[in-house]
């Protein structure tokens, strides 16, 4: 009895990579491991990108405004709106800065 016991013994695989375990506890503590955790390391990394690249975009957009704040062809009280737009999101970059 004791020989069929041990012949049946089964092999469990994983998925993602074909490496076999004796135990689906051993597999599951694997997959999470290696397969699952570096998948969502992967996904936070690209969300980080995604903000860093947003704000390189807001940073050119304020320099743009503040190059047409100094414009001859302006009246006053464009350039004042100008400043102010640019003012806001400048507090708006720092509080997305800060929160991070």
């Known amino acids: 009895m ?9 092999e469990y695989k994983c998925k993602y990579c074909g490496e076999a375990f004796g135990k689906p506890l ?3 503590h694997h ?4 397969h699952k955790r570096a998948k969502k ?5 690209l969300s980080v990108e995604k903000m860093s690249e ?4 807001t940073i050119e957009a304020i320099g743009i405004l503040k190059g047409l704040q100094v414009s001859p062809h302006l009246s006053d009280e464009e350039k004042k709106v100008l400043g102010e737009v640019s003012k806001r999101i400048e507090e708006l970059l720092a509080f997305i800065q800060k929160s991070k």
């Open 31 to 34: 997959v999470r491991a290696k």
């Open 54 to 57: 947003q704000i390189n975009k």
């Open 2 to 10: 004791e020989e069929k016991q041990q012949e049946v013994k089964k």
């Open 26 to 28: 051993l597999l599951a």
């Open 41 to 45: 390391r992967e996904k936070k990394g």
